[in-house]
């Protein structure tokens, strides 16, 4: 009569089965029990000491009774695993002075320790063997190693060991698989490993070509907008120049002109940022204002407008090259004194124009004196003076 074969799934649920029965954690409130029977499992080559059972199930210094509460979780998991014995006899979990060990004579098959075997194998072998055993390695990956348990310290390097097995498998497996022209296995490849590595630019693209070859340019799109929008939500970063460029050639179809969200974002951009305000020609400055006006109301943002304006010393007339100096060295002082998020323009061949975003009367009057004394202490001997005058913006009632 053939031995019969217990069957361990630790990727993903973990659940154990043998023939006709079966028992999962799917459900379970069990987790002390549960987290005992995965550690014996884990380990179950050697005998497992009571110190360490007791470290696992976080039991040290909390529990006055540490050796009693491992004795409990023993018979809560003895009872829990009743339901293999219909096709497994005898004790499943064995106890020998304090230590416990997951019963040696039973034939136990792991599917975590399956996976790595073949993934360590593949690598032995070159083209279709290769690939056969990659791919047998990635059905296998069902979900991280024991996820219910990845707060514990000893769950939390085997996931990042098997996760990362299942990354270099998967990449080797697609670049095989693009030789053959295999797009359909190469995207459900593609999807498996974002399920397990979501921030991976590589798999991204590899997904977006596919489906660009198969002629689903707008699944495509989609796959970099989802991408693009969990890298910025999540990590505050953006998908890698490779990986835009492809999406743009996805959008292309739609025409040469066509602007992609990243393109557009790089036009709008100030590719040199200047500190200091926002020095526009006038016609601009107006659009600016205007657009202050239209939501100044539903804002309630305090926005005032002060002017500065170039004038002879005591009413004495200056000749226009003297006033067009005057003008380069108050926009030197404006430069230097405004905050970024000002903006300014010369309005008149001697008068330049601030808008002041979040600033009071007061507050308005204030900067352009600080603009004045600037000009002031840069230019001593200059022959004329600065005058300022300051009224709100007015709102636009809708």
């Not at 309005?347 to 308005?364: H, K, P, R, T, W």
Request: net charge negative; proline share 3%.
């Amino acid at each position: 009569m053939a031995e019969k074969e217990l069957s361990v799934k630790m990727l993903g649920e973990i659940t154990l089965s043998c023939g006709s029965a079966s028992v999962s954690m799917s459900g379970s409130r069990s987790y002390k029990t549960w987290l005992m029977v995965a550690h014996l499992l884990s380990h179950r080559h050697r005998w497992v000491p009571q110190e360490e059972i007791i470290q696992s199930l976080g039991g040290g210094e909390k529990n006055l009774n540490p050796t009693g509460a491992v004795r409990a979780t023993l018979l809560r998991a003895r009872r829990m695993l009743e339901p293999l014995s219909a096709e497994i006899p005898g004790d499943l979990i064995l106890s020998r002075g304090g230590a416990l060990r997951w019963n040696p004579k039973i034939h136990t098959t792991v599917d975590a320790e399956e996976f790595e075997s073949l993934v360590q194998s593949a690598f032995s072998y070159d083209g279709e063997e290769r690939l056969d055993l990659l791919m047998r390695a990635i059905s296998i990956m069902s979900g991280d190693f024991l996820y219910r348990f990845s707060g514990e310290p000893w769950v939390s390097s085997l996931t990042a060991y098997y996760k990362n097995l299942f990354v270099e498998a998967a990449e080797e497996a697609v670049g095989l698989l693009s030789e053959k022209g295999s797009v359909d296995e190469i995207i459900s490849i593609s999807l498996k490993a974002f399920a397990s590595d979501p921030y991976s630019d590589s798999f991204c693209r590899h997904l977006m070509q596919a489906y660009m070859q198969n002629g689903d340019y707008d699944e495509a799109e989609n796959a970099y907008r989802v991408f693009r929008d969990r890298l910025i939500n999540d990590l505050g970063v953006e998908p890698e120049d490779e990986t835009k460029e492809i999406y743009t050639a996805a959008v292309r179809r739609l025409g040469e002109n066509y602007l992609t969200l990243d393109m557009i974002k790089d036009e709008l951009r100030e590719m040199s940022p200047a500190k200091g305000p926002m020095i526009c020609d006038y016609s601009m400055f107006k659009l600016f204002y205007r657009a202050e006006a239209r939501s100044a109301d539903r804002r309630g943002d305090a926005i005032h407008v002060g002017v500065l304006s170039v004038t002879g010393k005591d009413g004495k007339t200056v000749s226009d090259r003297i006033v067009r100096r005057a003008m380069e060295d108050l926009r030197e002082s404006i430069h230097s004194t405004l905050r970024i998020g000002d903006v300014a323009a010369s309005c008149s061949g001697s008068q330049f124009i601030i808008l002041l975003v979040q600033a009071n009367y007061e507050n308005s009057a204030m900067v352009c004196r600080r603009v004045i004394n600037r000009f002031n202490h840069d230019n001593p001997r200059c022959q004329v003076e600065i005058r300022s005058d300051v009224m709100p913006l007015e709102p636009i009632f809708f």
